[in-house]
C-alpha cells in the first residue's frame, strides 16, 4: 500500500502521512529521513489541498 492508496481508502489526514513515514521512511546520517520510496516530484493536488486544511486546523 503506498500513500495514494491511503489517500482513496482513508482519505487524507497527517495521521496517515506519519504513518507511511514511520512505516517506509528511512532516516540517513544527519537526522534525514528518505521518503522518496512513497512520496516523490509529483504533486498531487488533493494531498496537497488536504495537508494545508489539516494544518490550517491544527493552528485556527
Avoid at 25 to 47: A, C, E, P, T, Y
Wanted: negative net charge; hydrophobic residues 50%; aromatic residues 6%.
Amino acid at each position: 500500500m503506498d500513500i495514494y492508496d491511503i489517500i482513496i481508502k482513508e482519505g487524507v489526514n497527517m495521521k496517515a502521512i506519519e504513518d507511511m513515514i514511520l512505516k517506509y521512511g528511512k532516516v540517513l546520517d544527519g537526522d534525514v529521513v528518505v521518503v522518496s520510496n512513497f512520496l516523490n516530484q509529483k504533486v498531487n493536488i488533493k494531498l496537497l489541498k488536504e495537508m494545508a486544511i489539516d494544518v490550517k486546523n491544527h493552528f485556527n
